[in-house]
């Protein structure tokens, strides 16, 4: 934690299963202990290990995780090799919607990690699946920083497409339709017809494959999302309900998407 940030402390903490979840009053807070949380761990893991390994989310709900982590000048971003969960297909290389961009604008291009490993969906979708996948693989993930989505949906495994089982580490998918509305709810694009219909996504064994979980959830849109996530049956029906079972994993949100 740098001289300039305070530690943030939830409102109310509880726990699903094995999913610990901290509620704070509002987004900026939410964001702030994500971000300080997972600064810590990745100090902590610094430590111990010459090297680590990141997936990161790219997604409007990040935003205030992804400024914490980036403030926090006592980590060594030369040791670390990043990557992150999904890409569109069929967006211009120069998109600004291409998350690989989003991230490089709000991370990597500030920090500069040691590595990026950044999607290429102008490649291929078969040959970049076996690229990144041979990447992912090269040695064990560390730390995913994530968030869920309006249908409960982690990376790009929407509820038609995901699988708890899933022998892939990435794939090419089809996007449900309520995730690519709330692509335009988010003023990433203009209109449905704007947002791509498909996409290459890490899968879930892929994201449950890290040793820790940082889960950013805010906003009341997200609020009927963490509701099923929290209280449903675990099953590809929503889901974000797989992240339960993960040995470590925890859910930041705040007053509008916990709802209380």
Sequence with gaps: MSESQVEVQPVWQTRIDALKVNVYPHRKALGQAAGQDAANQIKSLLAEKAAIRIIFAAAPSQNEMLETLAQDEAID?????????DEYIGLDEDAPQRFGRFLKD??????????????NSMNGAEDECRRYSALLQEAPIDIVCLGIGENGHIAFNDPPVADFTDPALIKRVELDEICRQQQVNDGCFNSLADVPTHALTLTIPALMSGSHLFCSVPGVTKHAAVKRTLNGAISTECPSTILREHPDCTMYVDRDSYGR
């Design 77 to 85: 971003w030369s040791r670390i090799t990043v990557f992150h969960m």
């Design 106 to 119: 709000r991370l990597f291009d500030l920090v500069k990690p040691g590595t990026v490993h950044l999607i």
